[in-house]
Structure formats: C-alpha cells, structure tokens
C-alpha cells in the first residue's frame, strides 16, 4: 500500500472563544461533522464542513463548543483541564479519553531561578484528566449535538472513580509493568494515556508512555453499564479486566489510534517533551489478531505486527502531530492529521490552523 502526504490541505477555522486551536489532540468524525478536543480545555468543539475559500482541499468552521459538565458528572471543577488526548466516534457515543497522568510545571520566561526550581518541583493531579467517558450523540435541526440521554436508551457515563483516581488507575497501580509509572508526571515518561479506538466491545487505549525498553504500550479494556456509570468488564472468557499488548514502534510511543476496517492504524511519536520523529503505522488485521489471543493471556507481546506507513513533519517545539482520523464514508482511504502547537506555517490567523492529507493507495 503506498501513502501520500499533502501538507496544509485541510483549514480548521475557531471562534475567537474556542482556545482548542493551539492544543488540538483529538479528532473525530460524526457524518460530515469534525469533533475535535484540545488538552487545555474541559470540553469538546464541532465544527461544520464549509465550501472551500482557499487553495485547501477542505474547510471546517463555524464551531460550536460543548462543555464537558453539562454531560457529565465530572471528578472535579468543570473548569479544570480533563487533558483529553483521544476521541472516537461509535455506537451513537462520542468517547473520550484524557491522559490520566500527573503533571509537573515547567519552568517559565521571566521568571526567577529560585521560583523555575520551584516550578520544577511541582508535580500535581487533576481529577478531570483521569476521565474515560461516552456521550450520546443525536441529531438536531443543525446538525448533530450531545445529550444526557436518548429516547434509544443511550446515556452519557464515565469510568467510576473520584478526584484522585479511577477504576482503571487503580488497577494499573497494581500492575507489575506500569504501575510504578502512575507516579511520575507523564512528560517525564511516566503514565500518558494518548490514543482512543474503540470497535464493538473492545477498547483500545494507546500509552504515549511510558515506552518500556523501546516497546509501547496499548491497554485493552471491556466495559459496562452499573448505576449510571460505567464499570471495568472482564474481557472474553477470562475474569481479567485489562489486556496489555507491547509494540514495536521503533521506541515511539502512541499519540493516537483510529480502526480502518480490521487494521489498526496508530499514530506514534516521543515520550516526553521532545521533538522527534513522528509516524504513521498500520497494523493489518489487527482485529483479527487480537481476537485470537489466548482468552486467559492478560500479556502480550507482539514481535511482529504494525508497518510504518510514513513519517510526519514536525518543528523544534511546535508542529507536534497529535490526532488522527478518516475522513467520512467514501474517503475511507483519507486521513486527516491535526498538530498541536501549530508552526507559523500551519496559521492562517490567530484563529485559523491547517491540518495535513493522508492518502492510503492500494499498490
């Protein structure tokens, strides 16, 4: 299968109230709809297909943005940061999920040695970064919107847990490979939860870190309905909660994950604050593989199974690829890239940033 980049092709355009322009780290389709996420933020933002008004192949505005409270009940303030790293569309439901890592201050411009050391000492945990969650998405006069419930029967809900953690931290505390992680903020290759993909009962979450000895980590999780929240669910046939599977990513950790089918297609770059290689892997029947696991392994470490695809441009300190989707039915075969800290290049305007064509060709 042979890829092709088009750089700057796609034109995102931001009400002056929407900050997510500058931190975009998750994208998802709803028809012709874009949602996307930013990790600054405690909400999500829709922005409507547009004609073409430049020389970019497609235009996206007039957003709309959806603060997370009016969902969900939140572990914490709705106006801290939920740090949502990934999106992902499926079953009716919008899914999120945010890094579930500490963070540490870094030290600032200006400011006094003494107070940057200061800063640098500083690690801290919000509850809204520990949220997965899944918001039903209806249709409405102007599109689509989200809503508490449906008259199907789908509601919102988040994993159990509080201000201090989750179902999913807490197990993971637990865990002989990444439980001494949770404690170390995630921009020192501690715990950072980056990609989302969920397809049918499974959930994929992908770890920007930490990377273990060169091999990234993907969690598989089930989940249920209890009381209006969702709970961990055992996975297939085992009384298991979480799956670990270990990548060969060429020691990149994963920044995002989208299905195509059966394959899986992962977006992957450093761990840490670094500016590194950032590239596009497929993995082909990814689905099928996974299905035939060992009901009973709770571990797995594959020597062989994602193919890089292509590498992705990126600046020192800015052009940081964070999100990756397909574009709706009948361009299935493109894929839309969005960059955090977007480079001058990349802005329009203040409000405007561009965003990068991936072609996938049959040979």
């Given at each position: 299968m042979k890829t092709q980049l088009e750089p700057h092709a796609v034109r995102l355009e931001f009400d002056e109230e929407l900050l997510v322009h500058a931190n975009l780290s998750g994208a998802?389709?709803?028809?012709?709809?874009?949602?996307?996420?930013?990790?600054?933020?405690?909400?999500?933002?829709?922005?409507?297909?547009l004609p073409q008004l430049g020389a970019e192949q497609l235009r996206f505005g007039q957003g709309i943005h959806f603060p997370l409270a009016d969902y969900l009940?939140?572990?914490?303030?709705?106006?801290?940061?939920?740090?949502?790293?990934?999106?992902?569309?499926?079953?009716?439901y919008l899914w999120l999920v945010g890094s579930h890592g500490l963070k540490r201050k870094a030290p600032r411009a200006g400011y006094s040695e003494k107070k940057n050391l200061?800063?640098?000492?500083?690690?801290?945990?919000?509850?809204?970064r520990c949220l997965l969650a899944r918001i039903p998405v209806i249709a409405v006069q102007d599109g689509n919107t989200l809503s508490k419930h449906t008259p199907e029967g789908l509601s919102a809900a988040r994993l159990r847990g509080n201000t201090l953690e989750n179902d999913l931290s807490k197990l993971l505390k637990k865990d002989?490979?990444?439980?001494?992680?949770?404690?170390?903020?995630?921009?020192?290759?501690?715990f950072d939860i980056e990609g989302l993909a969920v397809c049918d009962e499974r959930i994929l979450l992908g770890l920007r870190g930490p990377v273990l000895r060169g091999w990234a980590g993907l969690l598989e999780i089930r989940s249920r309905e209890q009381k209006?929240?969702?709970?961990?669910?055992?996975?297939?046939?085992?009384?298991?909660?979480?799956r670990k599977h270990f990548l060969n990513l060429a020691g990149l950790g994963i920044r995002d994950l989208h299905w195509s089918g059966d394959d899986l297609i992962i977006l992957a770059g450093p761990t840490m604050a670094l500016d590194g290689a950032i590239r596009v892997f497929?993995?082909?029947?990814?689905?099928?593989?996974m299905a035939n696991v060992d009901p009973s392994a709770s571990e797995v470490l594959w020597e062989t199974g994602p193919i890089e695809m292509l590498s992705l441009p990126y600046g020192a300190g800015q052009d940081r690829a964070e999100a990756i989707t397909a574009l709706p039915s009948g361009q299935e075969q493109q894929w839309l890239v969005l960059y955090d800290a977007p480079s001058a290049q990349r802005k329009l305007s203040e409000q405007t940033v561009l965003g990068d064509l991936i072609t996938f060709k049959q040979d």
């Open positions: 998802a389709f709803v028809g012709n709809e874009l949602w996307v996420a930013g990790d600054e933020a405690c909400g999500l933002d829709r922005l409507q297909a009940d939140l572990p914490d303030a709705a106006d801290i940061e939920a740090d949502i790293e990934g999106l992902d569309f499926h079953g009716g200061e800063r640098l000492a500083t690690v801290s945990s919000d509850g809204n002989r490979h990444y439980g001494a992680y949770l404690a170390i903020p995630g921009k020192d290759n501690g209006g929240e969702l709970r961990l669910d055992d996975i297939a046939q085992s009384d298991e909660k979480l497929r993995w082909p029947d990814a689905a099928q593989a």
